[in-house]
């Protein structure tokens, strides 16, 4: 077989897939008009798939690297320099979202400034193409094909098809969300009716702190801190004893919960600041082993770890907030 003819029976397979899907969108609501404008135009983009396959798997042998070197590159003078700036350029509409949410406005800002750098590059892949090619593709059908579907939704509730440009997995805009998150989260921040997070920094920081009352962030709390353990201390009761099933080995590097007073009772003292109240619970990890910096963590960096599940992001995106609200 040619390469011509596997293209073109990838296309013909391609476009039978699609529409296998037509009634279950049009029973979701998509305008057919919206789905029959959109389909016949999209080709299957082998490239996708290609970036899909080479994912890192998440192997439980493989090595865990430093934090230290990815902190370095992502907590840098230029990245904080920014979002101080960005921080003051929103503040004043800023203030009352925060006051709404409960979210610090600079968790808001670290979160845009770790996803595209704020706002310098957020993706050109055709997101109904990419979607469409990796749900045709298989691995995970089920989650890309709900994520098309969604951004024909968003084509019915008016965003330009034109805008549908993202990452290729689907992530787009300022915060980088999926299609499904947009429609279910994304919030007009400055009142003009448009939730718009391709050019807005005020909605795209609105729906980054709707995201995360969504997930449970609770008002007042820090999301964790930096903290000196005792020479001589006791790690023997701390494993974790429960499995998370979601991202297991992300949460599997978090010690038992405790409570802040635990903590101090056990000869831990925070860097740089106080305690948070007694009762708040926490969780350590030492993410460059005994002997380097140690942090304890609260029930808000599982939210974090919620908008992206990796350890050296959450801590990443907490320490440029410390960083931009200094
Ligand atoms: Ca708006």
Redesign the pocket.
Known sequence: MTTSSACAQDDAGFQAFLQSIRGRALSEGVRPGTFDAVAPTLTYNPRVVELDRQQPEASPTAAIPNFAPYKAQHVDAARIARGRAAYARTRARLARIEAETGVPEEIMVAIWGHETNYGAYTGNFDLPRSLASLAYEGRRRALFTDEFIATLKMIDRGVPRDRLKGSWAGAFGYPQFLPSVYLRLAR?????????IWS?E??TLASIANYFVNAGWRAGQPWGFAVTLPARFDRSDLKARTTSPRCPRVHDRHSRWRTMAEWRARGVVPQGRGWPGDSVLASLIEPDGPGRTAYLLTGNYRVILDYNCSNFYALSVGLLADEIAR
């Not at 007009?188 to 718009?196: I, L, T, V, Y």
């Open positions: 007009d921040g400055d009142g003009d009716g448009r939730a718009d807005n005020t909605d």
